[in-house]
């Protein structure tokens, strides 16, 4: 595709990162028009601090793990932009293939439906992977740690999330479908 450039040294700064990428182009415009106005309840921020310190507990058990790369920041210029992505985990197999994964710290309702925006996510990574470090993904997952999780609801519901850490298999779409879609999303 053209205006695709994978770069050749890191870049220091990135003009949107992947999650800001997949997120509603109308949560930004309303947050930078209202950003003066907005408030926060110290109690929101329990669960990113949870998901921070699950972060850190993943990235100390990988440490002298050869086979995996922690918390690797990508960057990438398409069209103008400088995109970067930081990527949870990236496991390395014999083959010179990569899994990429991501670590989420959430409730049993998001492991038992579908969350497109997980998919979008990690099929995005996986490009930067591709793209940049030219290796070949074959596959993408979440690691999901979650928060609700209940042994009651697991012994009397098959459909609820057997154990409180669960892997959920993420759909990989083709190289050309993750580019148009990093394509249009950089045109909203």
């Known amino acids: 595709v053209t205006g695709v450039q994978t770069c050749a040294l890191p870049i220091c700064k990135s003009d949107i990162t992947v999650s800001r990428l997949i997120d509603s182009p109308r949560k930004a415009a309303l947050t930078k028009i209202h950003w003066d106005d907005l408030t926060e309840d110290v109690h929101d921020k329990i669960p990113a601090m949870m998901g ?5 507990m993943f990235e100390a058990g990988a440490e002298g793990m ?6 690797e920041r990508l960057f990438c210029k398409v069209n103008g932009w400088n995109i970067s992505g930081q990527i949870d985990s990236q496991r390395l197999h014999p083959d010179g293939t990569v899994t990429v994964r991501d670590y989420k ?9 579908n969350k497109i925006e997980w998919e979008n996510q990690l099929n995005l990574y996986a490009w930067l992977v591709e793209k940049v ?5 074959v596959g993408i997952d979440i690691v999901a740690f979650i928060r609700d999780w209940a042994r009651r609801k697991a012994a009397s519901n098959p459909d609820y999330p057997q154990t409180m850490i669960v ?10 479908k993750r580019e148009q879609y990093l394509l249009d999303r950089l045109h909203i």
Do not use: C, F, R, Y
């Open 105 to 113: 710290s959430t409730g049993a309702w998001a492991v038992m439906n």
């Open 52 to 56: 921070t310190a699950l972060h850190a």
């Open 133 to 137: 470090k030219g290796k070949k993904v």
């Open 66 to 71: 050869d086979h995996l790369i922690s918390e």
């Open 167 to 176: 892997t959920i298999p993420i759909k990989l779409w083709s190289q050309e």
